[in-house]
């Protein structure tokens, strides 16, 4: 995935933990699946492929990540799309450098083969069909929030009950610390340097829950002196650039907050806050840029307040 993990927890003499070995079977596992990295994963060749009547066929974990991403296409009305492969790779977010970054008629044409609607998943034997040739799924922004919620499987199968799991900012906690205390999760104020250092912007207590930044202040590409970040707006083509610099979501599983915390980031701060208040299992946090370039904080009714102590 291209990023560190990290898993922490706390256990009882009676619990057997997953090995360090187990843990990264799982990733690994999930790699082989999904990655759009690997050439040989079972996403790279699906994309890969040009037969449209063919069944393809995929894991465990394809089929998951490709039902929990159609639930989440329909309830956001399409703004979370993991079939933008074509535009992610024109864009140059994707494994490959592009010489150029698109014109208009380009991202039109990419547009048209982006479509999540083409693609079909059929049960048992689990496969997938695309219906048009040259179409790709991406599942970057909901694959790291599986693989959190995937973790922690194992450690609720192997009775541990007190842990943090985090992927590059996915995070999902349940129980409590080794001290008895809260697990705490800090939102980075956004900075575009990739190496300065963290700057946390608030911090918050995560009880039984899982949390996810979206943002669109690191990994930018330049576009005529402008630069656009790597979420795509599925309705136009182009990079989601809006007033909202960053989307926090939580949620009661780490799929479900990754995803969405994307689809956020697609419908700026307006709409993504009337959303919010409108899904009874999310709650968001929102870091935004006002017209004379200072930082604005909006928080959903449900989102918690600032962790009363700091440790
Ligand atoms: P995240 O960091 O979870 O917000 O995911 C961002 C990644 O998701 C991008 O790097 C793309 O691979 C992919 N992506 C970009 N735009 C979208 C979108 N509108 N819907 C779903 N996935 C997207
Ligand atoms: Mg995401």
């Known amino acids: 995935m291209g990023t560190t993990y990290?898993?922490?927890y706390v256990a009882k003499t009676s619990d057997t933990p997953p090995s360090q070995q187990a843990v990264e079977d799982l990733l690994h596992e999930i790699n082989a699946s999904v990655s759009n990295y690997i050439e040989t994963s079972l996403l790279s060749?699906?994309?890969a492929a040009r037969d449209t009547s063919a069944l393809h066929p995929?894991?465990?974990h394809f089929a998951a990540i490709f039902r929990r991403s159609r639930e989440i296409y329909d309830d956001t009305g399409g703004a979370f799309n993991p079939a933008l492969g074509p535009l992610i790779d024109a864009w140059g977010f994707g494994p490959k450098q592009p010489q150029a970054l698109?014109?208009?008629s380009t991202v039109r044409t990419l547009l048209k083969?982006?479509?999540f609607d083409a693609f079909d998943l059929q049960e048992s034997p689990a496969g997938v069909r695309k219906g048009i040739a040259e179409s790709q799924l991406d599942f970057g922004g909901i694959a790291k929030g599986y693989a959190v919620d995937k973790?922690?499987?194992l450690l609720n199968d192997s009775g541990v009950q007190d842990y943090l799991v985090e992927i590059a900012g996915e995070v999902r906690a349940r129980g409590k610390r080794a001290d008895g205390g809260t697990?705490?999760?800090g939102i980075e104020r956004p900075a575009e340097d990739a190496l300065a250092l963290p700057n946390i912007q608030i911090v918050v207590d995560l009880e039984n829950a899982a949390v996810s930044t979206s943002g669109?202040?690191?990994n930018l590409q330049e576009d005529a002196g402008r630069k656009v970040g790597h979420i795509l707006n599925p309705r136009t083509g182009y990079p989601a650039m809006s007033s909202l610099l960053s989307a926090t979501v939580m949620a009661p599983n780490a799929t479900t907050a990754d995803a969405y915390a994307t689809a956020l980031m697609v419908m700026g701060l307006d709409e993504a806050l009337k959303f919010v208040e409108s899904h009874t299992e999310l709650s968001a946090y929102f870091i935004a840029m006002d017209s004379a370039g200072g930082i604005v904080e909006k928080r959903s009714s449900r989102f918690p307040k600032d962790s009363p102590s700091r440790h």
């Open 151 to 153: 973790i922690a499987d």
């Open 216 to 218: 669109n202040y690191r």
């Open 113 to 115: 083969l982006s479509s």
């Open 58 to 60: 995929v894991d465990r």
């Open 6 to 8: 990290r898993v922490t």
């Open 102 to 104: 698109p014109d208009e």
């Open 183 to 185: 697990w705490q999760v």
């Open 45 to 47: 060749q699906l994309n």
